[in-house]
């Protein structure tokens, strides 16, 4: 009796073993596998939304880069804190006054968009921005989570509120 019950004990100790290894490993990061837009067409002008925004970015184009966001502007940093629309065309004006140049990247695949009910839209995604200091090479300088939230009054598209979070400098 003895010798069946260890047989069946180790029997069920394997085939929960087995279970185990053979179960997807669910901490595995799916985040960009499982998504499809909903809506292409808002997907799309979201992404050209994005792209224009940061060509002007990359450009040092204040004036169009002021274009795209709302006036009551909220940006959440995680290790910035909160601030408005004046405090981040200040910050962008200097930055863009300095020798230190900064370019934004997405990373490929990372874009998410949803609608928002009678507003606008969420963009969800990861950026990376890469810095080139005075008579160096370009380099990565650090990567982060984003929320973009844009609201479309009147045909046109701004956005209102920023998460910016997860930074990881390089």
Not at 41 to 48: G, H, K
Not at 146 to 161: G, L, M, P, S
């Amino acid at each position: 009796m003895k010798t069946i019950n260890t047989t069946i004990l180790f029997f069920f100790a394997i085939t929960v073993l087995i279970a185990s290894c053979a179960s997807p490993n669910k901490k595995k990061n799916n985040q960009f596998h499982n998504y499809s837009p909903g809506s292409s067409l808002l997907f799309d002008t979201i992404v050209q939304m994005d792209s224009s925004l940061f060509n002007a970015f990359n450009a040092r184009d204040l004036g169009k880069l002021k274009t795209y966001f709302s006036e009551d502007l909220e940006f959440y940093h995680d290790l910035g804190g909160v601030t408005n629309y004046q405090q981040n065309m200040d910050a962008f004006k200097k930055t863009f006054e300095s020798d230190r140049k900064v370019r934004r990247e997405v990373v490929e695949g990372s874009l998410e968009v949803y609608p928002i009910k009678d507003y606008g839209s969420v963009e969800i995604g990861i950026h990376r921005f890469y810095v080139t200091e005075k008579g160096q090479k370009e380099k990565l300088g650090s990567e982060a989570k984003f929320v973009h939230i844009w609201e479309k009054r009147d045909f046109e598209w701004k956005i209102t509120r920023i998460i910016s979070y997860g930074h990881r400098e390089y």
